[in-house]
């Protein structure tokens, strides 16, 4: 009874996810519903708030942050480093070269994680591999970065180490309430991604 459960725990959102997907007109589609419902149900797709927030701090060159809610919503506010893309924007020939490319780890985010999935789920489907989500999105975000909640003083020693760690985050990357607009701060540019070589067809042949 449990298995069917957790089953359809993990069918049920998915069918939701793709019902919202917007119709792929530009290009096919190379994973199998299947094969996509093995990957959502392992949850690979997930990075947590405090990997993202680490890699901030150590201002890691291989992360892409890509928040894909509307452009009024990136102007109030986005993470550090984040690109705009919007969702309804995902399948435009000009950002295929963001997605699609070997060189950095872009890491999809929204409000919370239905939008950011089905960035991720589409991009899956066309076969890029480099592109993950942020657990739990902005929100989860705000909770366990900007506004960490102290453990209970029963909690085990890892609990206060992570709860540490999150304190010397918020600090760092400037705490307080991930809501609040940022109309000062400018837009992030979109990063020169160099265009991979396409690979050249063998002559000959039938």
């Known amino acids: 009874m449990k298995m069917r459960l957790k089953l359809a725990m993990a069918i049920i959102p998915l069918g939701i996810i793709i019902a919202a997907v917007p119709e792929n007109t530009t290009r096919p589609y190379k994973l199998t519903a299947p094969q996509l419902l093995d990957e959502v149900k392992e949850g690979m797709q997930f990075v947590s708030t405090d990997e993202i927030a680490d890699m901030l701090i150590q201002k890691d060159p291989s992360l892409q942050l890509i928040d894909v809610r509307d452009k009024d919503s990136y102007d109030k506010f986005h993470l550090p480093g ?11 020939v000009e950002n295929e070269d963001y997605l699609n490319q070997d060189v950095k780890m872009n890491v999809f985010y ?9 960035a991720w789920m589409i991009t899956r489907q066309l076969g890029y591999i480099n592109n993950y989500v942020m657990q739990g999105g902005l929100n989860h975000y705000a909770e366990t970065i900007m506004n960490p909640s102290a453990p209970a003083s ?37 990063p020169t991604i160099k265009k991979r070589a396409k690979k050249k067809r063998v002559a000959g042949g039938c």
């Open 82 to 92: 984040a690109i705009n893309i919007p969702l309804a924007d995902l399948l435009s």
């Open 110 to 118: 929204s409000n919370g994680t239905t939008s950011s999935n089905e």
């Open 154 to 190: 029963t909690s085990p020693d890892d609990e206060f180490a992570r709860y540490d760690f999150r304190k010397g985050a918020s600090a760092a990357l400037g705490g307080g309430n991930v809501n609040a607009a940022t109309e000062d701060a400018p837009s992030a540019p979109k």
